[in-house]
């Protein structure tokens, strides 16, 4: 009997546990899973294609670096109560203010048109004309903050997350070769061929799209949108936790697809992969252009929703998915601009997306360190931060990890600038 | 009503300017060290920038 009471206390405390994780749950999966967003994805299926298994232990390191530099945002806006943008304005005053929400404002807006190039291509697998895959994608996305309510929001944002695990399946509909997944995951290597300027341009490719700026101002954003309390902000950590291990699965799963279905082929873009697959494997080609979509989708409503809630804060608006449209008019008529304006560019004929996607990588060095930086003296500033201030060991794993990514984002913003600088 | 926007718009920026005039962090010499290094990093950026800008149109 006291055997069976307490099997019975532990299966209700579990319970319990689950119940008020999933009620905390939200902000840490979606910026996660967001961040596989359609560039992401392909700057995974070409790594796969390019070095098979090679660099899986490489995206499973990249896990805890995205981790790391997420949690900070969670205990900055549980305990400050305010959202990035804010927080760089009121600790470092106007000037840093402006050139943060500026230049996160024009990297949001073109990296929206690189989701939507995503979004449209995947879609085009079925024949779907981009101008349809448009106004369908403005209308799911405008659905789903016009109902006015936070809460509702994040779990539609969750239901696209699980949508975005579709690679999983798909993986594991082609039957991969699990020793040299297990080879690959755990035992840190070259590829055949060594260290050459490509790989080295497709390893920096890969950090650029783990850590984006748009993510630490989403995630802060976020968290003070939610009301997470400092009483909360285990969960909030152990939901950033799971959401960079989803990410880290999901950037594996395309590497196994096309490391498996289009060894040694080049990859310019996932759509193209897609497309390659069809031929193979129909139903795989259909999940990937599936999945591909549901990341453009994910990351534009995500960074839209970054800008507008940066501008709320910063403008003094009334910035809360918990408004509805009339009590925060400018927050839901910036949120739907920057939507309709990056949409309408891929619609555009002969537009240079390609020079867009380009930018992209360039605007993103300028943003990304300063950032970066504003985060780490954030939370070093025991005033504000108080018994929630970095460690020590805090300290020393987000400073290195902080250096790395400047170096490497400024090497991968100057090559972009510069291709031929790595021999490319 | 356009005119008005601007007009409005501009008051706006100038009481945000205001407003944060001054940062609240405490300026140590860490945090001195950050912003200078940080700023040093994106003129050289730009530097970068312009000077691609430059021989492209060459």
Known sequence: MNI???????????LKTIRLYLIIAGPGIIVMVADNDAGGITTYTATGAQYSF?????????GPVAYYVQEMTVRLGAVTKRGHAEAIFHSFGSFWGWFSLLDLVFLDWLTMITEFIGMTAA??????????TVIVGWILMGTMVLQGRYWTWEKAALVFCGLNLIYIPAALMINPPVDKILHG????????????????????????????????????????????????????KIDTAVGSLLTVIVAGGCVILTATLLPGQIINDAATAAFRFMPINHYVGALLAIGLFDAGFLGAICISLASSWAFGEVFGWAHSLNHKVKEAPWFYA???????????????????????????????????????????????????????????????????????IIVISTLYGISAIFPKILGG | MIFDFFRNTAGAVRDINQKYAKPHIEMTPWVRFSLGALRFYLLLLVGIMIYKFITLLH
């Open chain 1, 4 to 14: 069976l009471s307490s099997f019975y206390y532990r299966y209700k405390k579990i």
């Open chain 1, 185 to 236: 995951s755990f035992i840190p290597q070259l590829p055949p061929g060594g260290f050459t300027n490509a790989l080295f341009f497709l390893l920096m490719a890969n950090i650029g799209t783990t850590i984006a700026p748009w993510m630490i101002f989403f995630q802060q954003s976020a968290v003070v949108d939610k009301g997470m309390q400092e009483k909360d902000m285990l969960w909030g």
């Open chain 1, 54 to 62: 090679h660099l899986i232990w490489f995206l499973i390191l990249l």
């Open chain 1, 123 to 132: 879609m085009s697998i079925f024949g779907v004309p981009p101008i349809v």
């Open chain 1, 334 to 404: 910036y949120y739907f601009f920057d939507l309709l304006l990056a949409g309408t560019v891929v619609l555009i004929p002969r537009a240079p997306l390609v020079l867009i996607t380009l930018f992209v990588q360039v605007i993103a060095v300028t943003l990304l360190p300063a950032a970066l930086v504003f985060l780490i003296l954030l939370l070093n500033n025991e005033e504000t931060m108080g018994e929630y201030k970095n460690t020590l060991f805090q300290n020393i794993a987000n400073v290195g990890i902080v250096v790395v």
